[in-house]
């Protein structure tokens, strides 16, 4: 019986869930999960959750003290959230999952580093070693100095929001364990700016993961890459091969529909034979290449103020829970 692209996916490449629905994940069983503040106030706002927001919240809010105000507990809530799904999910995927950092503290890196090192302390206090909780970090400059000396400690870092060679090479020489370049924000750029329609090994987000990927086999490099953000089923086709692909569930189950042959398009015996220079990178160089690339510029910041704008869009829905919860309770009095 033939297999379906899906499961010939599977024989080349680790096969992620990017999202926060659980439902999905029991469907698709992928060997890791990935959520992002999108996702989690995506999967916070469907009635099957509630009952895990409200327990995060009420726990908050009894931790903080009724002096605290909503949006301190809403807060506090959204990190113990993020846990609190991420130990749902590491009850059905036998990997990993990616837990983000806070947007909002993307170019500093001492706060970066306090989050992450509590965000690993939660699931450690939940009896789940570190190995199965990758942190995910937008891939600043500061970011990339917080995942080495996070890397450093054992905590393993998934760096988001990767657009350009410059910052996958910053994140490789920092010994972090994943990046996640994405490939479909990069098509959209492209698209907008040239009005172009791109198709297969043409796509630039196909063409920028496949010069990562080569890089970082050509080199030796342990980091591994984790193509995301795929706009269609075509873009996933192309990259065959990668490390691992994190794919949402309306693709996968385009996937697990599809027929045919499905060839392996990366391979780290031929990267290793191609000739691709070593490039040094520090501060300077980094930020040189960071300018000199609109295309990353742009969509980093878009990026970093996106999530930022649904962790506080996630806060309000929180803080106006915690009302709903109080007012009840009151009411029962």
């Known amino acids: ?121 939660q699931y450690e206090q939940a009896g789940i070693g570190r190995e199965r909780v990758l942190i995910k970090i937008a891939s600043t400059w500061e970011g990339i100095r917080a995942a080495e000396v996070l890397e450093r400690e054992g905590i393993h870092c998934n760096l988001t929001l990767l657009f350009g060679l410059h910052q996958a090479i910053a994140a490789a020489e920092a010994g972090v364990t994943l990046i996640s370049p994405f490939v479909g924000r990069i098509l959209d750029w492209y698209t907008k700016e040239t009005g172009k329609k791109y198709e297969g090994a043409d796509d630039p987000g196909v063409k920028s993961v496949t010069r990562i990927y080569n890089y970082y086999k050509n080199h030796g490099y342990k980091t591994v890459v984790m193509g995301a953000s795929f706009r269609n089923m075509g873009e996933i086709k192309e990259l065959a091969g990668c490390d691992l692909l994190t794919i949402s569930p309306h693709l996968l189950a385009e996937l697990e529909a599809a027929e045919g042959a499905l060839p392996r398009k990366l391979d780290p015996e031929a990267a290793r034979a191609l000739h691709i220079e070593r490039m040094a990178m520090d501060k300077a160089t980094f930020e040189k290449m960071h300018q000199a ?41």
């Open 1 to 121: 019986m033939p297999q379906n692209l899906l499961e010939q996916l599977r024989r080349y490449t680790v096969v992620v869930a990017d999202t926060g629905d659980m439902e999905a994940m029991e469907e698709f069983r992928p060997q890791d999960a990935t959520t992002n503040p999108s996702l989690i106030t995506a999967a916070a706002q469907m009635p099957q959750y509630q009952p895990i927001v409200d327990e995060v919240l009420l726990a908050a809010r009894k931790e903080l003290g009724n002096k605290a105000t909503d949006q301190a507990v809403a807060n506090l809530a959204f990190r113990r959230l993020a846990v609190a799904f991420g130990k749902k999910i590491l009850a059905i995927v036998p990997g990993r999952v990616s837990t983000e950092v806070d947007a909002r503290l993307s170019y500093d890196t001492e706060a970066t580093i306090a989050q992450a090192r509590d965000l690993i302390g």
């Open 293 to 333: 690339d609109a295309m990353a510029r742009d969509k980093l910041k878009e990026g970093i103020d996106g999530f930022a704008a649904a962790l506080m869009k996630l806060e309000a829905l929180l803080a106006a829970r915690l009302g709903e919860l109080e007012a009840r309770a009151a009411a029962a009095l």
